[in-house]
């Protein structure tokens, strides 16, 4: 941990953001991970990314489990709100925090190992039910909290410092959310924030669920040679399929959703309004068609390769509020009266039934 | 981009903003340290070893390093450096035993100096230690040149002079007091090695106008540098009631200030030029400013007025100017009544002493042709400093050309070229001491820079030698070295080792660190985490990164030197070290040296 915290330097000339903020009013405190690690990267990517996007820190939730990337929620937007659950259950408190206020904006950092194996039910879940979350799995392939046991998200025959493989098959959360119906699957890599920075932007907008595979190199356990998530290995491992062209902006034209021109731009209208504009990187590669996605997807893991990009993108499902057609008022805004009509009408209700 | 490579002292000296400002380049940042961890003594030396003069200095410097402090580029003001040498030199107790002495056998070699003020005082004290029998001519009967005769006591006590001027004198100079030169030509033939001419700029500049001598005008108009003098070695005690004081640099602030403390109750200063264009430095004139001195700008004088024999004050025009000050027009005129007036409006070389059959070329404005890295004239084995070579300047360039010219002496007394001097030399020593600790206080403390304490307005007056401005308190030392960016500390990056893993991009707290694309310089500057603000500071970028073949680029511009990169680094990548430069000095060996 460092020795001093980030100081604030009275002259720095820092840009503002159209609410007059600068990127360090998204900070939080230091971090306490170790020196070089991939979750503090990506903190600084939603940062970045939350500044850019001009989003009211107050209007954000941060909600996690258990693990080295639960932590992580501590370290940025100190002026938001914030959950940290037991472990592998904060799907269901998002789920429920989502339930009473739809209008803010939830965002829960969760770690191969809290969401893949105690949390994978509740993760099934959310994504079926298309709970408004941006869903961040810091993908590391190990258990660094504990001192670095293999996790669900570890590759077979990928070994530890000591030298043992794994042999298990990991799980590949890209392919398990399109099984699932998912509307809005990414991956990134920490130390690709170019990339990284749109992807985080587009999943604020998107409609629904929107789940984010980081990988997010472990550097005590799991950054050495033999390991199949070290920053080497990702490098040399990482297909980008799509490229994020241009920033969410209102659209400008008409639509061009779910066609992919010659010149492999694609536009994608998203539900809060604007458009996701990218570039498909192996020409005709189209994040809306899932059959041919779970094709790409399969190949790509087939070669031991990493795919990057906005992988998948349906903003036409509806998300639980609109499914439900509950209140469009969080429920704080309820008058008492209407929230909680008493006795008698529950009397009435039940006797409609009797 | 080109990779900055190893880079060189030169390239890490820039760094040190008020090291490189610094004529004398005094090791700012190590001294503030010392003067933190209450090792005053080291931290004298420290600056002893550089400007020779810290007491002095810490007192009456013109700080060239003050506004070139990157603490005033990240904040509101810099650090107070003089002050806190100051505080360095008053509190160093008994350091007799670490100063340079001179061998017990000479080296045969001697060496005339003219003058015995702070340049040929720096020749001696590089000289002396050498071995060399360095022989001073001084007209005076004390040494110290204008630090004595034109720096008043209430700013520079008697006693702090004649400490710092003993301390070279004592290590063996003879300085023939009372014995000005009246012939260079005669001084060249007495057969010394070398001659350097550190006579100063010691002539006050006179005002031709109407009126000068008329009357009893020669008595009641004084020239600023005779004046301070003869006040200063009191054989002036008294001036009349109402003052004008003609100039605003500084030399006019110790004038009006001078005489508000020997009977001049009603002072005024009158300036040619509006208030923004003025020569004093800022603290100087405020400090008479607070002592009452009155102030009329945009006025010239037209002549002395003399009625039945006296000087009763003088005509002024009034002068409007356009807006840059170069250009101005007489727009009336005012009458200003005054018992004396002093004329502080610059000073002048006068080398009436010097023949000109010599070989020694003159050029403009009566100076001679001397080189600015060599400080030779145009005779070999004969050298100029101070502001006997290129006009007034301040003390501390005065040090600087006394450094260079021993250089040069001593090159010349062992028959080498003159040109072939030693160089800079640095290596850098990583200053750290666990994972995330260093052995210095890395921490940015927003604390903003302290006032100086100053007597009080009713004891200044009481006598001319009352100090008026005191020593920093413990407390005000306290948090000033804590202001200090420690921009020695260095940032040393390797890349080879680097993983590109983003964590000091992420950590620097002025957005100071990029990784990007290589490419052409200005795309490069195009994608910087935070657009540079076009300051003198060096970029440094890296050879390409072993993963990707970015590159690492840094903007030293604002670095606050916290070394947090270099704690958020898994591979020890980036690391902080301290550049150690060794100033080149008489008697060092020339060559060349990188550090890495």
Not at chain 1, 105 to 112: E, F
Not at chain 2, 473 to 486: G, K
């Given at each position: 941990m460092p020795s001093i915290a980030k100081p604030l330097v009275p002259r720095a000339p820092l840009p503002r953001n159209a609410l007059g903020l600068t990127v360090r009013d998204y900070e939080g405190p230091m971090s306490t991970l170790c020196a070089g690690c991939g979750h503090d990267s990506t903190t600084a990517a939603l940062v970045?990314?939350?500044?850019?996007?001009?989003?009211?820190?107050h209007r954000v939730v941060k909600l996690s489990g258990i693990g080295c990337s639960s932590k992580t929620p501590t370290y940025f937007l100190r002026g938001a709100h914030g959950f940290n659950s037991v472990h592998g259950r904060m799907v269901p408190i998002a789920t429920g925090a989502n339930a009473a206020?739809?209008?803010?904006?939830?965002?829960?950092?969760?770690?191969?190992?809290?969401?893949?194996?105690?949390?994978?039910?509740?993760?099934?879940?959310g994504i079926r039910r298309n709970v408004r979350l941006v869903h961040l799995i810091e993908n590391n392939g190990v258990y660094g909290l504990t001192k670095g046991q293999f996790s669900p998200g570890a590759d077979r025959g990928s070994a530890s410092p000591r030298g043992e493989r794994n042999d298990l098959s990991p799980i590949d959360p890209m392919l398990l959310g399109l099984s699932l119906g998912a509307t809005f699957l990414a991956r990134g890599f920490s130390a690709d924030k170019v990339h990284l920075v749109p992807l985080l932007e587009a999943a604020f907008a998107h409609r629904g669920f929107a789940l984010i595979d980081v990988i997010s190199p472990c550097v005590q356990f799991n950054n050495h040679v033999g390991s199949t998530k070290s920053y080497a290995a990702t490098r040399a491992r990482e297909v980008q399929v799509t490229d994020l062209l241009a920033p969410i902006a209102p659209a400008a034209g008409p639509p061009l959703a779910g066609t992919v021109p010659d010149g492999g731009v694609l536009d994608v209208p998203m539900a809060g309004g604007g458009e996701l504009r990218f570039r498909s990187v192996p020409p005709g590669y189209d994040p809306t068609d899932r059959t041919s996605v779970a094709v790409h997807l399969a190949e790509h893991a087939g070669r031991g390769e990493v795919p990057t990009g906005l992988l998948f993108v349906d903003e036409s499902v509806p998300d639980v509020h609109e499914r439900h057609r509950s209140t469009q008022q969080p429920l704080n805004d309820v008058p008492f009266e209407q929230l909680c009509p008493g006795a008698g009408t529950l009397d009435a209700i039940q006797a409609a039934y009797r | 981009m080109e990779p900055t490579g190893v880079p060189d002292a030169a390239y890490y000296q820039r760094v040190v903003d008020c090291q490189w400002a610094c004529p004398a380049h005094t090791d700012v940042p190590e001294y503030v340290r010392l003067v933190g961890q209450g090792r005053y003594g080291e931290a004298y030396l420290v600056n002893r070893a550089t400007n020779v003069f810290p007491g002095i200095l810490g007192r009456t410097c013109d700080r060239p390093c003050e506004p070139a402090c990157r603490r005033g580029r990240v904040d509101e003001e810099p650090v107070a450096i003089c002050r806190l040498k100051r505080v360095a030199a008053d509190l160093r107790g008994d350091v007799s035993d670490r100063l340079p002495k001179a061998p017990r056998v000479p080296n045969g070699k001697r060496v005339a100096a003219v003058g015995c003020g702070p340049a040929s005082l720096a020749v001696a004290n590089d000289l002396l230690p050498l071995g060399y029998a360095v022989t001073i001519f001084e007209g005076a009967t004390e040494p110290g040149g204008l630090m004595r005769s034109s720096i008043p006591a209430f700013r520079l006590p008697l006693e702090v002079l004649d400490a710092e001027t003993a301390a070279v004198v004592d290590m063996g100079a003879e300085v023939r007091y009372g014995q000005p030169v009246a012939s260079l030509a005669r001084l060249l033939e007495a057969g010394y090695d070398a001659v350097f001419v550190g006579s100063g700029a010691p002539r006050g500049k006179d005002l031709d106008v109407p009126g000068r001598h008329e009357?009893?005008?020669?008595?009641?108009?004084?020239?600023?540098?005779?004046?301070?003098?003869s006040v200063a070695f009191r054989h002036t005690t008294a001036i009349g009631r109402r003052v004008l004081v003609i100039g605003v640099g500084n030399t006019a602030m110790d004038c009006c200030r001078t005489a508000r403390r020997i009977g001049g109750t009603e002072v005024t200063v009158v300036a040619r030029r509006p208030r923004a264009f003025f020569r004093a430095s800022p603290w100087e004139l405020q400090d008479a400013m607070e002592e009452g001195i009155g102030l009329l700008t945009e006025r010239a004088p037209r002549r002395f007025v003399v009625e039945h024999g006296h000087l009763v004050g003088v005509e002024l025009d009034e002068l409007e100017w356009d807006e840059r000050a170069e250009h101005s027009r007489v727009v009336g005129s005012t009458f200003l009544p005054a018992d004396d007036v002093v004329l502080a409006i610059g000073q002048e070389n006068a080398f009436p002493w010097i023949e000109r059959d010599l070989g020694i070329d003159f050029g403009g404005a009566d100076l001679p042709v001397v080189d600015a890295v060599t400080m030779s004239s145009t005779r070999p084995g004969v050298f100029f400093g101070g502001d006997a070579a290129f006009g007034p300047q301040n003390i501390v360039w005065a040090v600087a050309h006394g450094h260079e010219a021993a250089i040069s002496i001593d090159l010349h007394c062992r028959d080498l070229p003159v040109t072939t001097r030693p160089s800079l030399q640095g290596s850098l020593v990583s200053q750290r001491l666990s994972l995330s600790q260093w052995s210095y206080a890395n921490d940015f403390n927003p604390v903003g820079r302290q006032e100086t304490p100053r007597v009080a307005l009713e004891r200044r007056f009481a006598e001319l030698g009352v100090e008026v401005e005191l020593d920093l308190?413990?407390?005000?030392?306290?948090?000033?070295?804590?202001?200090?960016?420690?921009c020695d500390v260095q940032t040393q990056f390797r890349a080879s080792r680097c993983v590109e893993c983003d964590a000091c991009v992420d950590i620097c707290p002025v957005g100071g660190l990029t990784i990007t694309e290589d490419g052409p310089e200005a795309a490069v500057r195009a994608r910087l985490t935070v657009p540079p603000a076009g300051g003198a500071e060096p970029f440094y970028v890296s050879e390409p990164l072993p993963q990707t073949r970015r590159i690492m680029v840094k903007d030293e511009d604002l670095c606050v030197h916290c070394g947090l990169c270099a704690e958020r680094c898994p591979t020890a990548a980036w690391d902080m070290a301290k550049l150690v430069l060794v100033q080149p000095r008489a008697g060092a060996i020339g060559r060349a040296v990188t550090v890495g």
């Open positions: 970045q990314a939350l500044w850019q996007s001009s989003i009211e820190p206020n739809r209008d803010l904006l939830y965002l829960g950092i969760s770690g191969d190992g809290d969401a893949l194996s105690i949390g994978l039910g509740h993760l099934c879940h | 009357g009893d005008a020669d008595a009641h108009v004084h020239v600023s540098l005779d004046w301070l003098a308190t413990a407390e005000q030392v306290a948090r000033e070295i804590q202001r200090c960016l420690n």
